[in-house]
């Protein structure tokens, strides 16, 4: 059974930093691509980052510059380093695995609130 729980959300001021971690169980992690997602309240999911098997990353506009996503294939981590949070960056984030059929893989989300 795949499985896949994230963590390190919260309430941080403006201008902070928080690091999300996604633990993925029940795949071959180390093949599959993986990336973080978020929705804001009454907003469509949105791409953040993601990083192939083969670690090339991607960014959206908005948090290039400030977010780096890493993967550690030993321990089944994906990682979302958040620098310099703006309010507009509150969200639940989602985790996200892609296997190699095209297959998506779904965390249950971690809620990141910036406040100004």
């Known amino acids: 059974q795949v499985q896949l729980v994230e963590s390190g959300g919260g309430l941080v001021q403006a201008g902070g930093s928080l690091r999300l971690s996604c633990a993925s169980s029940g795949t071959i992690f180390a093949i599959n691509s993986m990336g973080w997602y978020r929705q804001a309240p009454g907003k469509q999911r949105e791409l953040v980052a993601r990083?192939?098997?083969?670690?090339?990353?991607n960014y959206a506009d908005p948090v290039r510059g400030r977010f780096t996503i890493s993967r550690d294939n030993v321990k089944r981590t994906v990682y979302l380093q958040m620098n310099s949070l703006k309010p507009l960056d509150t969200a639940v984030y989602y985790c996200?695995?892609?296997?190699?059929?095209?297959?998506?893989?779904w965390g249950q989300g971690t809620q990141v609130t910036v406040s100004s």
């Open positions: 990083i192939s098997s083969g670690m090339t990353t």
């Open positions: 996200n695995e892609r296997n190699n059929g095209g297959v998506n893989y």
